[in-house]
């Protein structure tokens, strides 16, 4: 997982606040101090944090809850927002159909695996990548390009004697003619700094590129947002790519420091394959990071599935039969159940009866089947079922009579589930879509 350390702090925070009896302001106190800690120990920025934990403190007491939020949903919606807001608005990547994009950066910090990563990428949107390896200083460059790029079945033009990039460049443009994307990967040493940024001018020049991207070590932490600032004022970037964050304990702080250089981070390196490249996306990110899930995409899809009508019906009567068939058939239009859970604010962190949220896609047909194979009257009342039309129901939906006794057990622990969300343990519109999913 991303920024693992960070994450886990983080949710412990959210677990905090979910958990408490209440919210009074010993509780906010302490979340903030919780915050501050969890992001300093990442590395991020000492004032920064201060002024974020302000602020979270401030809007947390005094702002009051939007309608049809709690109190806690509230918080943690605070937590949440102020958090993003630390790591920048949202870059969009619109995908010209031809679009050339240089790679810029020291040495070791990835851009020839970015390079790959990136026309994979590409590939992937259906555009015909092609990389252009202009590194003339590091050994080996164009062979190590070479084998990357075999695996993502990309081609690459390079020269391993060559001595002068910029002729490679031109050569290079002349055999991706009939590319859609072409990326450019430069060398990350030289014999100086001006030295490489001079290169780098020419190269530009030359290759005339729609995106300059930058690359960048996360282990650097604060110095990450130097170096960016460094490189934007002598070659003027147009984003940056953020490699390493995998485990790097210093993500939060190369994050934070990039975002606050105002140089847009692109994308993020999640791992040395070919296909641990994400666009950078902050609220995904922090949701991810908060162990919220992805919220965002989770109120999208919900809305996409859930029929609102029908889990009022739920709420007001019995969980039929028919209406947990619907439901599952809901959930497993949206993914794995798991992940599902994951997305909603304080879920995973309650008490889900054993075995709710193992239920796998291949399970979650098994006992649609078995559903459909009862008769309406069953479907509305189970406890009508009897030995020998259990039996029948397995044969008929080829699967055994354990299982429909499973699916019929799992449907009275839901319904009992449901009973204690309906005493109103949970209000608001957020918890309106939990009971949604169940
Ligand atoms: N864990 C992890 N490793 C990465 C990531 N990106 C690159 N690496 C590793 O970092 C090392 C350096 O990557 P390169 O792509 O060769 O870096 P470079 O910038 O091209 O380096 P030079 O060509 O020497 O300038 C390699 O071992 C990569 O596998 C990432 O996102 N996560
Ligand atoms: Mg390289």
Same mark, same amino acid.
């Given at each position: ?39 300093? *120990? ?116 390079? @020269? ?17 003619? =009939? ?10 040493? =030289?014999?100086? @700094?001006? @030295? ?44 940056? *790519? ?135 009257? @069953? ?8 030995? =020998? ?21 799992? =449907? ?27």
């Amino acid at each position: 997982m991303v920024l693992d350390k960070l994450s886990d702090s983080l949710t412990g925070v959210i677990k905090k606040i979910t958990r408490a009896p209440f919210i009074d302001e010993k509780l906010v106190k302490e979340v903030v101090r919780d915050i501050q800690r969890s992001l300093l *120990v990442s590395d991020v920025n000492v004032r920064l944090v201060m002024d974020l934990s302000k602020r979270i403190e401030e809007r947390a007491l005094q702002q009051k809850a939007i309608a049809g939020l709690t109190k806690k949903e509230h918080v943690i919606k605070v937590v949440y927002e102020e958090l993003i807001s630390l790591l920048g608005e949202k870059q969009d990547y619109h995908l010209p159909t031809k679009t050339r994009v240089m790679l810029i950066g020291i040495q070791g910090s990835g851009k020839t695996t970015t390079s790959v990563k990136l026309a994979k990428f590409f590939s992937k949107k259906g555009l015909r990548p092609f990389i252009i390896a202009a590194d003339t200083y590091r050994p080996a460059a164009y062979d190590q390009l070479l084998q990357l790029a075999e695996k993502a079945n990309v081609k690459v033009y390079g @020269e391993p004697e060559g001595k002068d990039p910029v002729k490679i460049v031109e050569s290079g443009l002349e055999k991706a003619a =009939h590319a859609d994307a072409v990326i450019l990967d430069t060398a990350g040493r =030289h014999k100086s @700094e001006e @030295e490489l940024f001079r290169e780098m001018k020419e190269l530009a020049q030359r290759f005339r590129p729609d995106e300059k991207l930058l690359v960048i070590d996360s282990n650097l932490g604060q110095s990450a947002g130097k170096q960016a600032a460094a490189f934007h004022k002598a070659i003027g970037l147009t984003g940056v *790519v953020l490699t390493k964050l995998d485990g790097s304990a210093k993500g939060g702080g190369a994050l934070s420091a990039v975002a606050e250089t105002g140089t847009k981070i692109r994308f993020v390196g999640l791992g040395e394959g070919i296909d641990d490249l994400e666009i950078f996306d902050p609220e995904r990110f922090v949701s991810r990071i908060l162990g919220l899930g992805d919220l965002r995409g989770l109120m999208e899809r919900a809305q996409e599935h859930v029929d609102e009508e029908k889990v009022r019906d739920i709420l007001k009567g019995d969980l039929t039969l028919d209406a947990l068939r619907d439901q599952i058939k809901a959930i497993r239009n949206m993914g794995p159940l798991g992940n599902i859970l994951k997305m909603i604010p304080g879920f995973s962190m309650m008490s889900m009866p054993e075995g709710a949220t193992e239920m796998t896609e291949e399970k979650m047909d098994r006992f649609l089947y078995i559903i459909d194979s009862m008769s309406r009257k @069953e479907r509305a009342d189970p406890k009508i079922l009897n030995a =020998h039309r259990i039996n029948r129901i397995a044969r008929g939906s080829g699967t055994s009579r354990e299982e429909v006794k499973e699916l019929l057990n799992y =449907h009275r622990t839901m319904k009992k589930a449901l009973k204690g969300f309906k005493k109103g343990r949970f209000k608001g519109p957020l918890a309106k879509m939990m009971r949604g999913m169940r």
